[in-house]
């Protein structure tokens, strides 16, 4: 709400509104870049996680542009803005949402079509009865009763009562299972999905850095190694520094701290700990200081970044001694959440803003087959309509302001509730629990409520047409018609009932373990 303007060199506080094409701020680390400009001084890493995907933190110096929303995850930056905002990229995504979700046709109620032409055939129906028994000579209390009856029997209080009764279990019990469903409309996309788009970070992975391996020497210990680096990297305020500290913090507590810290933007720290001289960092910062890596190392280095993981090198005392690799991990139940899905015969796709190898590498692990990376965020949208022009009916799942318009424009948006607020806005359905298989319970609980409904109209209807008949023959008086009319509506109302009974897979226990950061 507030940027830091420069001005002479002083710094002044305005509110954002205020802030100009052209005028100089300045970003603090851990402080959200306010609009879209260019990089005049400093270096830092920009989180843009929220706004592209990506999942590793861009490095920027002078000269480099930047996008308001995103965050500065290191040192401090001094911004000139050149797009503020309804021109920003933030506000142009909002439009794109705009209009994704003004161009959705609005789904009418199975029952409001169907009573708009019962009511009218009934209500001629007991004129006709009423009609036919006096033009046949019966009398007039008679000739009553029978249209009366007709009137009663067909009473659509259970046909009023087949779409709201369901809905209300139905998305009482979602609410149970973490799952809400905005409304009757949303229960029409599921039937007729085939396939489901998954963003990636923050989706199936957990957004969020963490350290999956660690290479070190013949010879070299590997506990040491996390240690030394670990107790260097919780100095610095880089993401992937601090993916590396709480590893080494949960394996060697506590860490001992670091004298002579010194924090070279974009490229590593070091320090001296132990009275070890320790250089933690990109392979070129510690060959600057003739720490060269073996072909071990290299071997290992190219290996993950072949699969998109970064790769943070260590050394002391003079030598490379170990490789840290960290990358943005799979949540512990995606696997299994994709598995569901093609059980139900749905299609996943992997739609990303990372680059190929990182995504390709992330599809392999939970099975997903068919990967769409390196998409910009306004692009997604795009994405998810050239699947629909091929005849698909699709449905998206994502959680981050890049996902918006995407979640707008398919057939059925699904959101996670761990994600942004403008992700959930342009859903149907919103994910409280932020695990990905509470996406296979939504899609199987929204088509157990939209059979129900149907049941409870077929029902309904079947129930009032076969006693129609026997009340305008008479067969039927009105206190049998009021109760076998009560009765349809109780059955409707226990059918709904039976909805309380699903169960998700999201409420079953899982063999394998919570990430503890996620």
């Known amino acids: ?29 851990g402080e959200k870049i306010a609009t879209d400009g260019v990089v005049v001084a400093g270096t830092s890493a920009v989180d843009a996680s929220m706004l592209t995907g990506e999942s590793v933190p861009v490095e920027v110096a002078a000269g480099d542009a930047v996008a308001g929303a995103t965050v500065n995850a290191g040192g401090r930056l001094v911004v000139r803005a050149t797009r503020v905002g309804a021109d920003t990229q933030l506000a142009q995504m909002a439009r794109l949402v705009e209009q994704a979700q003004t161009g959705k046709a609005a789904v009418q109620r199975l029952a409001d079509r169907i009573s708009g032409v019962f009511v009218p055939i009934v209500i001629a129906l007991a004129v006709a009865t009423l009609g036919a028994w006096l033009g046949a000579g019966f009398p007039t209390s008679a000739a009553f009763t029978a249209a009366v009856a007709v009137l009663v029997i067909a009473c659509p209080c259970a046909l009023g009562l087949a779409t709201p009764t369901a809905l209300l279990v139905g998305t009482g019990r979602g609410a149970q299972l973490g799952i809400l469903i905005k409304g009757p409309e949303v229960l029409e996309s599921t039937r007729t999905i085939d396939t489901v788009v998954l963003d990636k970070t923050g989706t199936v992975t957990t957004g969020r850095m963490a350290l999956t391996e660690v290479v070190t020497e013949p010879g070299q210990d590997r506990r040491e190694s996390l240690r030394l680096a670990g107790a260097l990297e919780a100095a610095s305020e880089h993401p992937i520094a601090q993916a590396v500290a709480r590893a080494a913090a949960d394996e060697t507590r506590p860490l001992p701290t670091p004298e002579d810290f010194t924090n070279l933007e974009g490229r590593g720290v070091q320090g001296v700990i132990d009275g070890h001289a320790v250089v933690v960092g990109r392979p070129s910062l510690l060959a600057d200081w003739s720490q060269h890596l073996s072909p071990a190392l290299l071997q290992a280095k190219a290996r993950a970044e072949s699969e998109g993981k970064t790769v943070v090198a260590v050394g002391w005392d003079g030598q490379a001694r170990a490789l840290l690799v960290v990358a943005d991990t799979v949540k512990p139940t995606s696997d299994l959440a994709v598995r569901e899905l093609q059980a139900m015969g749905l299609t996943p796709v992997l739609l990303t803003g990372d680059n190929d190898a990182v995504a390709r590498h992330i599809a392999a692990q939970v099975g997903i087959e068919q990967v769409i990376a390196e998409v910009l965020p306004q692009d997604k949208a795009a994405v998810v309509s050239r699947l629909q022009s091929e005849g698909k009916t699709v449905a998206m799942v994502g959680d981050g302001i890049n996902d918006a318009p995407a979640l707008a424009q398919a057939d059925l948006g699904l959101a996670m509730g761990t994600g942004t607020d403008v992700a959930i806005e342009a859903s149907d359905i919103t994910l409280v629990r932020g695990d990905l298989r509470s996406a296979g319970d939504a899609i199987r609980l929204s088509r157990a409520t939209l059979r129900t409904i149907k049941t409870n109209l077929f029902w309904a209807f079947a129930y009032n047409v076969a006693a129609l008949p026997l009340a305008a023959l008479g067969l039927l008086n009105p206190m049998l018609a009021g109760a076998a009319m009560a009765f349809s509506s109780v059955f409707v109302v226990g059918n709904s009932l039976r909805l309380r009974t699903f169960t998700g897979a999201t409420t079953q226990p899982t063999d394998t373990p919570e990430d503890p950061h996620a």
Do not use: N, Y
Request: net charge negative; no cysteine; aromatic share 4%.
């Open 1 to 29: 709400k507030e940027v830091s303007l420069l001005r002479d060199g002083v710094e002044t506080k305005i509110p954002v509104e205020q802030l100009t094409a052209g005028q100089e701020f300045v970003v603090r680390p």
